[in-house]
T-cell receptor, first 114, second 113 residues
């Protein structure tokens, strides 16, 4: 079974700081990659996704992620965070044509201090 | 376009009882997936339904079951509830399953006492 690791469980940053959240997965075949965000009191929302093509994908709210196949990684980045980015961020991986659903990481709780 | 809706939003049940949760996908979406979210295990895939058929199933006991109706609405059922079943149950819909992007509902918070 595949697994997804998010190495940072809690991250605290000041506004305007740059952000990078790590995500590594274990599956060696073709994968589809996602980052979801859960703002306080809200449901999971898709930030961005990678299916194929350009490994640098841009999502909503200024977020981007880079797929590095050789490192089995899909790290999330934002050059300058805002207080409103405070949320839980989940990396998810799909493989095998959907046979196992999406596998999620444990999440990273991001707190932005004003 | 209305989002994914789940009912009820909160539920308290006693050990040994059974529970049914409901999910209405986004109009036009034919795939519905269910996930369990707990602080310890995170988000775990339960099963996926497409055109009234269960296509995929996660590693959960047979007490967890589901179904999908012809209008794509889905229900999941948990029988003989255990304390460990307390969790947020999330439903996600997508156009046709596989890895089309999934849109999540607000979840049903189940507490088992």
């Amino acid at each position: 079974a595949q697994s997804v690791s998010q190495h940072n469980h809690h991250v605290i940053l000041s506004e305007a700081a740059s952000l990078e959240l790590g995500c590594n997965y274990s599956y060696g075949g073709t994968v589809n990659l996602f980052w979801y965000v859960q703002y306080p009191g809200q449901h999971l929302q898709l930030l961005l996704k990678y299916f194929s093509g350009d490994p640098l994908v841009k999502g909503i709210k200024g977020f981007e992620a880079e797929f590095i196949k050789s490192k089995f990684s899909f790290n999330l980045r934002k050059p300058s965070v805002q207080w409103s980015d405070t949320a839980e961020y989940f990396c998810a991986v799909g493989s095998g044509g959907g046979a196992d659903g999406l596998t999620f990481g444990k999440g990273t709780h991001l707190i932005i201090q004003p | 376009k209305a989002g994914v809706t789940q009912t009820p939003r909160y539920l308290i049940k006693t050990r040994g009882q059974q529970v049914t949760l409901s999910c209405s996908p986004i109009s036009g979406h034919r795939s519905v997936s269910w996930y369990q979210q707990t602080p310890g295990q995170g988000l775990q895939f339960l099963f996926e339904y497409f055109s009234e058929t269960q296509r995929n199933k996660g590693n959960f006991p047979g007490r967890f079951s589901g179904r999908q109706f012809s209008n794509s609405r889905s229900e999941m059922n948990v029988s003989t509830l255990e304390l460990g079943d307390s969790a947020l149950y999330l439903c996600a819909s997508s156009l046709s399953g596989g890895f089309y992007e999934q849109y999540f509902g607000p979840g049903t918070r189940l507490t088992v006492t």
